[in-house]
C-alpha cells in the first residue's frame, strides 16, 4: 500500500475515532435542535460569515466521512440560516462531501466495495451507460440506495466528475430545500399550538408529498425524452396489443379480456409457445414414457421375466405429439376468440410505441406487451453447423432412436432430455464444460443428480471443452478436451445442443426505440415490467430474469394490471419467491436461496437437512435417493430458502413455497397433520428435526417428564 492511502486511511480512522470519542453524535438530535437553537442562532447573529463557515466545514465532513447526522444537520441549517440561506449552505455543503466520499472512495475502495456490493453497483453502472446524467439525478431526487451508500459506491463507477458535482446538486437540491424549510418551522415551535400553524403543516405535507411529486416528476419528464420524435395517434383502437402467443403472451391477452379490455394477439406460429410445442409439455411427456421404460426394466427384479420387450421409439413420439394435443385446445384460437381476444395469424413490426404493424395492416393500442419468447443458442463451435445439431425445439421430429446421442449442457433441459433417452434405449453422453451439473443449483444437487444418470448408464463428461466437430470414415465424431488437457474424440449419431436459450429480439423493429438487450440478452424492464417506452411491457423469456412458464404467467398479469391502470396506480413485480424444478429422476426443485446464494449476499443463515432415505414412502418405493435442506433465519423458523432433491420433489415443494410467500414458518408446518405414506411428509420430519436443535429447555423438560413418570410407576424387583 503507498503512502497516499496510507494518509487517508489515517485520516479517515482520526476521524472516526474522534467522532465517537467526542460523542458528538448527541449533539445531532432534534433534542439537541432545541436545546442550542437559541445560543447558536446569537452567534449567527454576531458572526454570519463565520458560522456560517463553521456550518459548511462541519456539513462536509459529516458527509465526507459518510457520518450518521446529515438529515438533522438539515434542519439545523433552516433553523439557523433560514430558508435561503440554510437551502444554499446545505446544498453546497452536501455536493462538496459527497464528491469528496466519491473521490475517497475511488482511490481507496474499489475492491473491498466491489465485493460487498457488487450487484448493486453493476445495476447503477447499467443505469449510467444507459441514460447517462439523467440516471444519476433520478437517484439523487428519488434516494432509492442510501445517500452514505451511493457517494462511495458512484466512485467505483463511470461517473465523470464534473457530471456527478451537477447531477448531485440539481438532484438534491429540492429535498433540501423541503428540509430546510422544515427545520426553520421547528425552531419556531414554542408549544404544542405550534404544531398546529398552518406554515408548519404545509412543511408536515412537503415533506409527506415531495417523494411523491418527485417521482412523478420524473416519470413524466422520462416519458417525455423517451417519446421525444414520436407523435401519439389521437384515437386508439385497442387498449392492448400482444406480441407473442406462448404462455406469457396467452395469459396477458386472456386476462386482459377478462378485464372487458379491448385485446389484440399477434402470433406468427401455433399458439402455445415453446411450453406447448417444444418444451414443458413435450419433455414431460418423454420423462414420462422413458420413467415407464424404466419401470419395466426394473421390473425384472420384482419378478416379472417378460418385462423387457422391444421399445417402438416412433409409438414413444406418437405419444408425446398426443399429450400436447391433449392440451392444446387450452391454447386454440377458438378459445381465446370465444374469450373476447382478437387473434392474429402473422409477422408483427413495432412501427410506433402504439403502433403494430401485421401483414400490412397497422393496429394501434394505447399500451404493447412484448411476449415474443426465446430460441435454444446453438454455440459458435466449428464444424457443429454440418453435424446438423438437434436442439429442445427440432428433437421432437425424430423417428428413429438414435443409438449414440450426445448432448451438449448441463442444465435442466440435457439433464431432463439425456435422461430420457438413456432409458428409452440410446447410449449418451452427456458433456459438459462446468464441473458440475445444475450449477445454478445446490452443489450437493448436482452430484445426487450425476451419481443418478451414471446409475442409469449415461456417460457423463464434466469438466470438459468441445473443441470441434468432424466428419470421416461415415461417422461423426465430437473432438474435446478432457479437465487434464488431453484431446478426446467422442462417436455420436445425433448431437442435441442445449446450453440455453436466447431471447427473440430481431425482427420487431424494437431497434429503433433503443430497445437493445442487456448483457444476458433479455429486455432491460423496471419493476413494473415497462421497458424504456413506458407504454411499452416485457414478459417472459423476452424480458427475465426467470425462464420458467409459471414466471411468464405470473409477470403477464403485473404487466396486464400496469398496462390497462398504471395511470391510477402500479404493481411491482417481486421475484422473492419463484419455485422451479428439474424432471430429471431424482427430480431437483428449489425455492428461495441457496447455500452458495446466501453466502454470496452474506446472508446469516442456519441449515437444517433430512435425507429421504428416513422416509417410509421413499423406502416403498424404492426412492431413497435425495433430501429436503432448508435455510432459515439463525434462532427463528422464518424460511429463506428449500432445496428438496428426490422423488416427487416439485410436488413436495408447493408446501414450502406456500409458507414462504405468507411468511408461515417452520413451526406451523410443525403443527400441520400431513398423511402417512407420502413424501409431502418430509416436510413435518424436517420441521420436527428443526424444533428438536431449538428448543433451549428442551432437555430440562425432559428430566422433569422423566421425574413425573418414574414416580408414576413401580421399580422393577431386583
Not at 430558508?83 to 466520499?101: D, K, M, N, Y
Not at 405429439?321 to 413490426?349: C, D, F, H, M, N
Not at 433430501?627 to 430458502?641: A, C, E, M, S
Not at 409431502?680 to 420430519?685: K, L
Amino acid at each position: 500500500m503507498n503512502a497516499r492511502k496510507l494518509v487517508v486511511i489515517g485520516l479517515i480512522l482520526a476521524a472516526v475515532a474522534s467522532f465517537f470519542f467526542f460523542d458528538l453524535g448527541q449533539y445531532l438530535t432534534l433534542e439537541s435542535i432545541k436545546r442550542l437553537h437559541g445560543p447558536l442562532r446569537a452567534e449567527v447573529r454576531g458572526h454570519p460569515w463565520w458560522a456560517g463557515a463553521l456550518f459548511f466545514l462541519a456539513y462536509v465532513a459529516l458527509t465526507a466521512f459518510s457520518f450518521p447526522g446529515t438529515v438533522v444537520l438539515t434542519l439545523l441549517g433552516g433553523a439557523l440560516f433560514g430558508l435561503i440561506g440554510g437551502t444554499l449552505l446545505v446544498s453546497f455543503a452536501s455536493t462538496v462531501g459527497a464528491t469528496i466520499a466519491m473521490l475517497m472512495s475511488r482511490f481507496m475502495m474499489r475492491d473491498w466495495f466491489q465485493k460487498r456490493f457488487g450487484r448493486h453497483i453493476a445495476g447503477i453502472d447499467r443505469g449510467l451507460t444507459r441514460d447517462g446524467p439523467l440516471y444519476l439525478f433520478s437517484l439523487r431526487l428519488m434516494p432509492v440506495i442510501p445517500f452514505v451508500l451511493l457517494n462511495p459506491a458512484l466512485g467505483l463507477t463511470r461517473v465523470r466528475f464534473w457530471t456527478f458535482w451537477w447531477t448531485t446538486w440539481a438532484g438534491m437540491l429540492p429535498g433540501n430545500a423541503v428540509y430546510v424549510a422544515a427545520g426553520r418551522e421547528l425552531a419556531r415551535i414554542d408549544s404544542l399550538s405550534g404544531i398546529l400553524s398552518p406554515s408548519m403543516i404545509t412543511t408536515l405535507v412537503l415533506l409527506g408529498v415531495f417523494p411523491l411529486l418527485a417521482n412523478k416528476l420524473l416519470g413524466v419528464y422520462k416519458a417525455r425524452k423517451a417519446y421525444k420524435g414520436w407523435r401519439k395517434p389521437r384515437r386508439f383502437e385497442r387498449n392492448l396489443i400482444v406480441i407473442g402467443g406462448g404462455a406469457g403472451g396467452l395469459a396477458a391477452a386472456e386476462l386482459a379480456a377478462s378485464m372487458k379490455a379491448r385485446v389484440t394477439l399477434i402470433e406468427r406460429n401455433a399458439l402455445g409457445g415453446d411450453s406447448l410445442n417444444a418444451g414443458s409439455v413435450p419433455s414431460k411427456a418423454l420423462v414420462r414414457f422413458a420413467r415407464l421404460a424404466h419401470d419395466r426394466v426394473c421390473g425384472e427384479r420384482l419378478g416379472f421375466a417378460r418385462a423387457r420387450g422391444e421399445l417402438d421409439f416412433g409409438a414413444v413420439m406418437d405419444g408425446v405429439r398426443a399429450s400436447v394435443g391433449k392440451v392444446a385446445p387450452q391454447a386454440s384460437v377458438a378459445r381465446y376468440e370465444q374469450l373476447g381476444v382478437e387473434v392474429i395469424a402473422g409477422e408483427a413490426r413495432v412501427v410506433s410505441p402504439w403502433e403494430v404493424e401485421v401483414d400490412g395492416r397497422t393496429l394501434s393500442a394505447r399500451s404493447l406487451i412484448l411476449a415474443t419468447g426465446s430460441r435454444p443458442t446453438i454455440p459458435d463451435i466449428p464444424g457443429l453447423a454440418e453435424v446438423e445439431p438437434l436442439t429442445s425445439d427440432s428433437i421432437w421430429q425424430l423417428r428413429q432412436r438414435p443409438a449414440r446421442l450426445l448432448v451438449l449442457g448441463g442444465g435442466p433441459v440435457a439433464c431432463e432430455l439425456g435422461q430420457a433417452f438413456q432409458r428409452l434405449g440410446s447410449q449418451v453422453t452427456l458433456v459438459h464444460r462446468g464441473e458440475r451439473l445444475l450449477a445454478c443449483e445446490e452443489e450437493e444437487a448436482g452430484e445426487v443428480l450425476a451419481q443418478a444418470l451414471r446409475a442409469d448408464g449415461v456417460d457423463l463428461r464434466l469438466g470438459h471443452v468441445t473443441q470441434r466437430f468432424e466428419i470421416g470414415e461415415g461417422e461423426r465424431r465430437m473432438v474435446c478436451q478432457d479437465p487434464h488437457g488431453r484431446e478426446l474424440s467422442l462417436p455420436f449419431d445425433e448431437v442435441l445442443v442445449a446450453v440455453g436459450r436466447s431471447a427473440n429480439l430481431d425482427g420487431f423493429g424494437l431497434e429503433q426505440f433503443s430497445l437493445e438487450p442487456g448483457e444476458d440478452g433479455t429486455l432491460e424492464v423496471n419493476e413494473y415490467l415497462a421497458t424504456r417506452m413506458p407504454n411499452i411491457y416485457a414478459i417472459g423469456d423476452v424480458a427475465g430474469p426467470y425462464r420458467f412458464t409459471h414466471m411468464a404467467v405470473r409477470q403477464a398479469r403485473y404487466a396486464v394490471f400496469n398496462a390497462l391502470f398504471g395511470m391510477f396506480w402500479r404493481l411491482k413485480v417481486s421475484y422473492r419467491v419463484t419455485p422451479r424444478a428439474t424432471f430429471t429422476s431424482p427430480q431437483v426443485a428449489r425455492v428461495g436461496l441457496s447455500e452458495q446464494e446466501a453466502r454470496e449476499q452474506e446472508v446469516e443463515f442456519e441449515v437444517t437437512r433430512l435425507d429421504l432415505a428416513a422416509l417410509d414412502r421413499a423406502q416403498i418405493d424404492e426412492t431413497p435417493d435425495g433430501f429436503v435442506k432448508v435455510l432459515t433465519v439463525p434462532g427463528k423458523d422464518r424460511i429463506l430458502g428449500v432445496t428438496v432433491v428426490g422423488e416427487q420433489a416439485s410436488e413436495t415443494l408447493a408446501e414450502f413455497v406456500m409458507a414462504m410467500k405468507h411468511k408461515i414458518g417452520l413451526k406451523k408446518l410443525l403443527a400441520t397433520v400431513h398423511i402417512y405414506p407420502t413424501f409431502s411428509e418430509a416436510n413435518h420430519r424436517l420441521a420436527t428435526l428443526w424444533k428438536r436443535d431449538h428448543a433451549p429447555r428442551r432437555q430440562r423438560l425432559l428430566r422433569w417428564a422423566e421425574r413425573i413418570n418414574r414416580r408414576r410407576v413401580s421399580e422393577p424387583p431386583a
